[in-house]
């Protein structure tokens, strides 16, 4: 899926909300180790995600809210969540969470989110529109 530039901008430059759920126990979780790829996949470095990994284990589909809280652009976007322990991805984020904690901490692996549905959620008359 390609992204439009505003949506695209946004997961950028805001920090995502990635929800999950197993069990019927729902669990959210704020990430700032994030991407998205050149081929509109979106990529989550796997720094604390315990619960979020458990349950996506059990159940593979996710949904991440990003928004801009001054202007209140926002967007609900629902996929499929794969995770992976190795290659070009991971390196990244080992390295980048590795420089930001300087040496104290590291990615384990990575999300790789394929998007299905994008959804305003942008207050005003586009708002639950499906892009």
């Known amino acids: 899926m390609q992204f439009s530039e505003s949506v695209k901008n946004l997961l950028k430059s805001s920090m995502w909300d990635l929800a999950t759920c197993s069990d019927g126990q729902p669990n959210v979780v704020p990430v700032a180790f994030k991407d998205v790829t050149p081929d509109g996949r979106l990529v989550v470095g796997d720094v604390f995600l315990?619960?979020?990994?458990?349950?996506?284990?059990?159940?593979?589909?996710?949904?991440?809210?990003?928004?801009?809280?001054?202007t209140l652009e926002g967007y609900q976007i629902k996929g499929t969540a794969e995770y992976v322990k190795e290659g070009a991805i991971v390196d990244t984020f080992k390295a980048v969470v590795e420089k930001a904690f300087k040496g104290a901490g590291t990615a384990k692996g990575a999300l790789i989110i394929t998007p299905e549905k994008v959804i305003v959620t942008t207050p005003g008359p586009d708002n639950k529109k499906v892009l």
């Open 50 to 70: 315990e619960t979020t990994l458990k349950n996506i284990q059990a159940n593979n589909k996710v949904a991440i809210s990003v928004y801009d809280a001054k």
